[in-house]
Nanobody, 124 residues
Framework: QVQLVESGGGLVQAGGSLRLSCAASGRTLSSPFSSYTMGWFRQAPEKGREFVAAISGSGGSTYYADSVKGRFTISRDNAKNTGYLQMNSLKPEDTATYYC?????????????WGQGTQVTVSS
């Protein structure tokens, strides 16, 4: 499994922005980071984990949940083994623990590795 560490969460007012990072440990990668699809998910209290966004290994393809489309942008820097989630125009309903995940397969494959999560709280 790939070791993933999220960072960048915090408390922000509605309308504000945050940038989350997801760093993959190079020593746990079985192949170049560019061979992994990366995704972001979130889980609010008493709710299931929901998909937020995903990006292909090359970064050429991105996918978004309807609820964040136009507000969030997923990106990656394969040289740094790191993925990002830029979150703009945040809403109170975006409050959740955000997790990143990876898979060796394409988008739609089962996610094989997860980070520990980073808390995002949006106040109204």
């Amino acid at each position: 499994q790939v070791q993933l560490v999220e960072s960048g969460g915090g408390l922000v007012q509605a309308g504000g922005s945050l940038r989350l990072s997801c760093a993959a440990s190079g020593r746990t990668l079985s192949s170049p980071f560019s061979s992994y699809t990366m995704g972001w998910f979130r889980q609010a209290p008493e709710k299931g984990r929901e998909f937020v966004a995903a990006i292909s290994g090359s970064g050429g393809s991105t996918y978004y949940a309807d609820s964040v489309k136009g507000r969030f942008t997923i990106s990656r820097d394969n040289a740094k083994n790191t993925g990002y989630l830029q979150m703009n125009s945040l809403k109170p309903e975006d409050t959740a623990t955000y997790y990143c995940g990876t898979t060796r397969g394409p988008y739609g494959s089962g996610w094989s590795s997860w980070g520990q999560g980073t808390q995002v709280t949006v106040s109204s």
